[in-house]
């Protein structure tokens, strides 16, 4: 059975930083893109960033709103992945949720191509 599974999540304050991790077991996730999503209260679920797979060149890609303070990064013969946060800001404040997709475009997931999702972690941030 194949399963995601988010950790990091917390509460920080305004500037802060946080490491999410999503392990994922059952079978070889090296050739799923896999990438990071996240829903706030009241809002659609959005795309954050993602990675393709080893055989579509490993490219990643990140949402205009956290460019520059967010790093993915993935271990493709471990099947594990990490988001790095930094700078974080109120608006970030969401549950984070760990995907692998079937495909993806200049590294970007989209939400209708993720096969496996993770049961998500709260990011809260505070001010």
């Known amino acids: 059975q194949a399963q995601l599974v988010e950790s990091g999540g917390g509460l920080v304050q305004v500037g802060g930083s946080l490491t999410l991790s999503c392990a994922v077991s059952?079978?070889?996730?090296?050739?799923?893109?896999m990438g990071w999503f996240r829903q706030s209260p009241g809002q659609k679920r959005e795309w954050v960033a993602s990675m393709s797979s080893s055989a579509s060149g490993r490219l990643t890609a990140y949402a205009d709103s956290v460019k520059g303070r967010f790093a993915i990064s993935r271990d493709y013969s471990g099947n594990t992945m990490t988001l790095q946060m930094d700078s974080l800001k109120p608006e970030d404040t969401a549950i984070y949720y760990c995907?692998?997709?079937?495909?993806?475009?200049?590294?970007?997931?989209?939400?209708?191509?993720?096969?496996?999702w993770g049961q998500g972690t709260q990011v809260t941030v505070s001010s």
């Open positions: 995907a692998a997709a079937t495909n993806s475009f200049g590294g970007v997931i989209a939400d209708r191509s993720v096969e496996y």
């Open positions: 059952g079978r070889n996730f090296a050739i799923y893109a």
